[in-house]
């Protein structure tokens, strides 16, 4: 079932790849046992929820779950303290969790190819995050005026019908509209 996994010199596994594993919707029990790890690539498995014990995982830096059917997060998602990334791309969002605002070491945020079309503000107001990719979804309005340039590194819109586009855009290293 593992494609791939990565140890560090005392043996433990820091990081794993199951993506495409056929694991029809189950999250593999075994996984939250691994408390050293790191990163994780579990995309492409028709999972429909991220369960609570994902917070086991105390050192998860990067969550990568792109390619599923998961339309939410488990509040306790913010129990992940360092969790730096996370990929949920090309799943069934609709609108962006809130909970995402209380992850303090967040830094990149990708929904690309969902279904969003409220709820980012919780992406703008957040202390953390420097990159967010919301390509081809469903966003029609967006708030321009929360954008924090300072902070800000990249801001991903393509693809999108927003239809309040201010004639003077905030500077953002990285801006695709």
Not at 138 to 157: A, D, G, W
Request: charge should be neutral; glycine fraction near 2%; include cysteine.
């Amino acid at each position: 079932m593992i494609k791939g996994f990565q140890i560090n010199k005392l043996d433990q596994v820091t990081h794993i790849n199951i993506s495409k594993c056929n694991l029809k919707g189950k999250w593999p029990s075994a996984l939250f046992r691994l408390k050293h790890l790191e990163f994780i690539d579990i995309q492409g498995n028709n999972l429909d929820y991220i369960p609570n014990e994902i917070t086991n995982l105390k050192n998860l830096r990067c969550l990568d779950i792109r390619q599923n059917q998961i339309n939410s997060l488990p509040q306790l998602i913010a129990n992940l303290t360092v969790l730096q990334k996370i990929y949920l791309g090309d799943n069934k969002f609709t609108k962006v969790p809130e909970i995402l605002y209380d992850c303090p070491k967040l830094e990149v945020v990708d929904f690309t190819n969902n279904e969003l079309f409220e709820g980012m503000e919780c992406l703008l107001n957040s202390l953390s995050i420097k990159n967010i990719y919301l390509r081809n979804n469903c966003i029609k309005v967006f708030p321009f005026h929360l954008i924090n340039s300072q902070r800000l590194v990249e801001l991903n819109l393509m693809e999108n019908n927003i239809e309040n586009i201010p004639d003077e855009l905030p500077k953002i290293e990285l801006f695709h509209l």
